[in-house]
């Protein structure tokens, strides 16, 4: 990183994210923050044309089961625990005016 994180960048990122920060925090952010972009600015130098590209760092597996067809619910299971119905549908509050 060629140019330092200023107090007024900090300040306008405060302001942006409308924080108030005393003029400790101020200075603390300006030295951290500084500190954060300049390991970023490091990582930036690495040759990264060898690697692919990656999803997530961790080789994950799949925990859902298949998606296999099986019996749903009979019209009577399915409305078994419904508040209110007609035998065939459920029944719910009209929610549009004059219906």
Do not use: M
């Given at each position: 990183m060629t140019e330092?994180?200023?107090r007024d960048d900090v300040l306008k990122?405060?302001?942006l994210a409308r924080l108030k920060l005393s003029e400790a925090e101020v200075e603390a952010f300006t030295e951290q923050l500084g500190q954060v972009l300049e390991y970023i600015s490091l990582l930036g130098q690495?040759?990264?044309?060898e690697i692919e590209p990656l999803a997530?760092?961790?080789d994950?597996?799949?925990v859902f089961r298949e998606d296999e067809p099986r019996e749903s619910l009979s019209?009577?299971?399915?409305?078994a625990n419904a508040p209110s119905s007609?035998?065939?549908y459920f029944m719910v509050p009209p929610i549009l005016p004059g219906t």
């Open positions: 330092r994180l200023t990122v405060a302001r690495l040759d990264t044309d997530h760092a961790a994950l597996v799949d019209r009577e299971q399915a409305l007609d035998g065939a």
